[in-house]
């Protein structure tokens, strides 16, 4: 299995300052064939499901802001919120799809200072 | 509008059953991968298992195989799981979730928990 591990597991960020949240996969997840990267954020607030924001670890899904941006490929992954808002505090997952069983990053929960 | 909606969970024994049910509306149900995510109490994300739009390909996290079954019935546009041999650390919020890729929509979950 493909092992997802995030850093750090917590963070406080002052309220428009920049959050960044790491992702290692402990195999590669490019798809060499295709050349896509199968690596996703989430976005999860309590009482709420899961909300994607990333995936093919750069593309922003429908209706996310622009202050989430994604970097990263092979086995490195980096989450950025550019300016932290108040209704950005959540825990983020990274995932990787390559291959199953599909698996998570332990996730960073993320505060404001 | 893409809707997910959970139900079937509940109180169970340790080593009995439940059949989890995911409705899904607003969009074409057969042509999309569906699957199952769990989130137990204080813990993280964990992918339980998903199935191919036509039902042809089912894949499971190892600690379920051989209990939890996925299925589909595209004419009713829903998805299930199967939980049988429930175990404690089975109790969790479990969520449908839609993509062939990531998972870009999500229910809003239905618990389950194993206690006796």
């Known amino acids: 299995d493909i092992v997802m591990t995030q850093s750090p597991d917590s963070l406080a960020v002052s309220l428009g300052e920049r959050a960044t949240i790491n992702c290692k996969s402990s195999?590669?997840?490019?798809?060499?064939?295709?050349?896509?990267?199968?690596l996703a954020w989430y976005q999860h607030k309590p009482g709420q499901p899961p909300k994607l924001l990333i995936y093919?670890?750069?593309t922003r899904h429908s209706g996310v802001p622009d202050r989430f941006s994604g970097i990263g490929s092979g086995t490195d992954f980096t989450l950025t919120i550019s300016s932290l808002q108040a209704e950005d505090v959540a825990v983020y997952y990274c995932q990787q799809y390559y291959n199953t069983p599909w698996t998570f990053g332990q996730g960073t929960k993320v505060e404001i200072k | 509008e893409v809707q997910l909606v959970e139900s079937g969970g509940g109180l169970v024994q340790p080593g009995g059953s439940l059949r989890l049910s995911c409705a899904a509306s607003g969009f074409t149900f057969s042509s999309y991968w569906m699957s199952w995510v769990r989130q137990a109490p204080g813990k993280g994300l964990e992918w339980v298992a998903n199935?191919?739009?036509?039902?042809?390909?089912?894949y499971y996290v190892d600690s379920v195989k051989g209990r939890f079954t996925i299925s589909r019935d595209n004419a009713k546009n829903s998805l299930y799981l199967q939980m049988n041999t429930l175990r404690a650390e089975d109790t969790a919020l479990y969520y449908c979730a839609r993509g062939t890729a990531a998972s870009d929509y999500w229910g809003q979950g239905t618990l389950v928990t194993v206690s006796s």
């Open positions: 093919w670890a750069s």
């Open positions: 199935i191919k739009y036509d039902g042809s390909a089912k």
């Open positions: 195999q590669s997840v490019l798809y060499s064939s295709n050349n896509k990267t199968y």
